[in-house]
């Protein structure tokens, strides 16, 4: 059973910045990348990053690129992303997820395992 537990979110000022944490438990395994999502009421769950655990190479939507960067600590089976400039459209409940892909996948299907998910709320 593997585990994806994201944390970090919460309100914050138009302009704020947060960084949200997911981390990765249960068997041992390694996924070759692991993505942010995002979904805001009424609509459709939105790719932001994807990192692979090797090399960490990145992936951003164009949404976000500039504003948000992801990153991950192979040692805490940890990934992250600092989100910076954050204004209305920002806010949303963010997912993490795993997929066994090598390359830097965008689309839902092809990630695995999700975690629960966490809110984030911007205000003006």
């Known amino acids: 059973q593997v585990q994806l537990v994201e944390s970090g979110g919460g309100l914050v000022q138009a302009g704020g910045s947060l960084r949200l944490a997911c981390a990765a438990s249960?068997?041992?395994?390694?996924?070759?990348?692991m993505g942010w999502f995002r979904q805001a009421p009424g609509k459709e769950r939105e790719f932001l990053a994807a990192?692979?655990?090797?090399?960490?190479?990145?992936k951003y939507a164009d949404s976000v690129k500039g504003r948000f960067t992801i990153s991950r600590d192979n040692a805490k089976n940890t990934v992250y992303l600092q989100m910076n400039s954050l204004n209305s459209e920002d806010a949303a409940v963010y997912y993490c997820?795993?997929?066994?892909?090598?390359?830097?996948?965008?689309?839902?299907?092809?990630?695995?395992?999700w975690g629960q998910g966490t809110q984030v709320a911007v205000s003006a």
């Open positions: 990192i692979t655990w090797s090399a960490g190479s990145t």
């Open positions: 249960g068997r041992t395994f390694r996924w070759n990348t």
């Open positions: 997820a795993a997929s066994q892909s090598a390359l830097l996948v965008v689309a839902r299907y092809n990630y695995d395992y």
